[in-house]
């Protein structure tokens, strides 16, 4: 039973584990992510903490199976060069695959980063009998991983998934990605705090206002934003409900593209509890045509803060 | 090389052909659809006409490789039963497959229509070499069929590609499945009549109001606006224009979450040329993510008239 390493890259951390095949994490460190001149630095710093793990464990690179490496953005498993992307300036073209191939002798498995957390939920989560189901993770973005036939959905070019760019109000608010009215746009840790501060900037009354006195440098998170409508505040309430409704239309959408057998959601906006839930379940119902609204189950990730860690792992455990 | 019967079966006529690997059709007879109590005389005509059919070729049923039997609705392949559908009142129920199996006791392969038709897409229309494509018919409804790695996504309950149910304008109007702002509620055959209707009653000057001399015992058609349109009536200009438009973004939604090589149009509101395509392509380009979009071909299908006799018989042929 040899482990594998997991590597995690992120637009704020890198994330390294070491990790059995039954997904115990025997190890875990993060770095930093350094951006644009300084990614060559995060690269040497990857290297140095996968060979500083394997010390530490009396393991050389031949005792691990391989080595997972998630990232953001439209990765080619098989080239597993990092692709542009606005949370990693300065990665363009590294390419970690062969890098890291080179490095250690080992196989290296690259992709998406919400494709591999939907492998691990097949491998930890949701489990491995079901065959047909959507991952959509709702934090800072919005995106998915698409499992059919029991396969990864990777895409003509790598970018199947992309649920937080479907248009959902034709011509509304603006998304990061330019374009408006996508999912993201309405519904993620983003699209929260940007309405709260618009609402509040327009003279709506909200409890809100004490946020500045919040931790978080005064900057309105998802996050305080929930917590003010767990609170009471009705403005947040009614924040949280719409960001609910209009995930619920793009889900209802996706229902009814590949009628899965289960649509399970993770990231840091599902956490907010309730509120967010039952509005977008409500707008499931509503939504999806009754025959794929009838078999498909919706529900929360189980996978938790390690998330990221499994998914890194499962891309060498699908290949096994 | 046996020839393969092919029945496709529609809300108002049943196609019955004889035809060639190579999709040539050998005979091809037309039944009208009897609904409700009368769907039993249906049954018993189409095995009339497959007999008639062998007869005049000098066939038995063991000369024939199998029967394929396009219906609308979601159709499980294995069990053949036809599904409800508004289409088909009083066909709920009825064992197709097995009818036909003992009849004929050749093999019989049941699935949806717009599902067929993607087969045929891949046997006889875009080529095999292409994996990942999704068919999309657009006329009296709007439906799909969604070809993955070379196979049909079929979905938990069989109705996966029911794109025509996809909302794009959030209590946008009526659908007739009950729900409101559907792709098919703005964009299909019946919603581009509906649209012309609805804004010659709100008095809107158009020359439209002339289609009561036309076929159709008055009854205005997307085929009639279509006319109107390409005869340069501004108002039939700019219902087509916008049944494109949004097609385009339901399109867009597809090809965010499929990442697809092709999109393929086929589905008599297609034929209505460039108005529709035009400001389809517009939204398109506007609503899809760049790295999917760069890489998806948007095509018509070449199908044509045989489309329904190829897509049957395709049934039968990639089960080959």
Redesign the interface.
């Known amino acids: 039973m040899k482990p594998i390493i997991g590597i995690d890259i992120g637009g704020t951390k890198i994330s390294i584990c070491l990790a059995k095949k039954d997904g115990a994490i025997l190890e875990k460190k993060e770095l930093p992510t350094r951006l644009r001149a300084d990614a060559k630095t995060s690269i040497k710093e990857i290297i140095d903490t996968v060979n500083l793990i394997l010390f530490q464990h009396r393991l050389s690179p031949n005792d691990i199976v391989g080595i997972g490496v998630s990232v953001p953005g ?1 990765v080619s498993p098989e080239k597993g060069v990092i692709p542009e992307s606005p949370n990693l300036p300065g990665w363009k073209g590294v390419r970690i695959k062969d890098i890291l191939r080179k490095k250690f002798r080992r196989p290296v498995f690259v992709n998406n980063d919400a494709n591999a957390s939907a492998l691990a939920e097949k491998l930890f989560g949701i489990g491995g009998k079901v065959e ?1 189901f959507v991952y959509v993770t709702v934090s800072t973005g919005i995106g998915s991983g ?1 499992i ?2 029991g ?1 990864l ?11 937080g ?6 011509g509304g608010p603006q998304c990061n ?1 330019g ?1 408006r009215g996508c999912l993201e746009a309405l519904s993620s840790g983003t699209a929260i705090a940007a309405q709260a501060k618009r609402m509040m900037e327009a003279g709506k009354f909200s409890e809100l206002g004490s946020y500045k006195a919040k931790p978080g440098n005064g900057r309105l998170s998802a996050e305080i934003v929930a917590d003010a409508a767990r609170e009471g505040d009705p403005l947040a309430v009614q924040i949280m409900r719409n960001a609910g409704h ?1 995930l619920g ?1 793009g889900l ?3 229902i ?6 289960i649509v399970v959601l993770g990231g840091g906006v599902m956490k907010a509890g309730d509120l967010v839930w039952k509005s977008m379940e409500q707008a499931i119902k ?2 999806a ?1 009754p ?2 609204l ?3 189950k919706i529900m929360r990730s189980k996978l938790g803060e390690h998330c990221g860690d499994l998914g890194a792992i499962s891309l060498v455990l699908m290949e096994q």
């Open positions: 439209a047909n698409i059919l036939s396969k959905l990777n895409g003509a070019s790598f970018s199947a998934g992309e649920i760019h479907t248009t959902i109000i034709p990605c374009k209009f239309i209802a959408n996706v009814n593209i590949l009628n899965p057998e509503r939504e045509w025959g794929p009838k078999v498909c």
